[in-house]
């Protein structure tokens, strides 16, 4: 079982290679110079995962006002989260990470507990990314309502504190 990951600020963000929903390769790096703010889930269209991502769809533009970009990452394939996106309309670009590489690298693969039954699977966890590509606060656990707007609130403190 992968150790638990919680990155400090100003840690160097971890990149790996993936495919967005339209299988267009992506990696974090091509972020640097805006924020990012980089969220795990485990499975398109289920109800915690539904209510996160619409969230950050509602409030996509608050968070373009403070340059930064949002996207979603789940092992799901590019297809089952273009048909997402569609679904509900989403605003936010979401990554394929089938084989767990940028999942396991944040430590957002893991092992989980669910009624007393353990498995693997993805921890639920966010990430704000500076726009010099290193980690300005991490989320290890969260709960899906509501942390669209906390995330939003901290992104507006760090910007504060930086003087943006």
Known sequence: MPAAITFKSGTKAPDAAVVNQDDKATRLADFKGDWLVLYFYPKDDTPGCTVEACEFSVGIRAFAALDA??????????????????????????????????????????????????????????????????????????????????????????RSERGA
């Open 69 to 158: 970009q949002v996207v979603g990452c789940s092992p799901d394939v590019p297809e089952r989260h273009r048909k997402f996106i569609a679904k509900y309309k989403l605003k936010v670009d979401l990554l394929s990470d089938p084989k767990h590489v940028l999942l396991l690298k944040y430590g957002a693969w893991g092992e989980k507990k669910l009624y007393g039954r353990v498995s693997m699977g993805v921890i639920r966890s966010t990430v704000l990314i500076d726009p010099e590509g290193k980690v300005a606060f991490h989320w290890p656990t969260v709960k899906a309502a509501g942390h669209a707007d906390a995330v939003a609130a901290k992104l507006k403190e760090l």
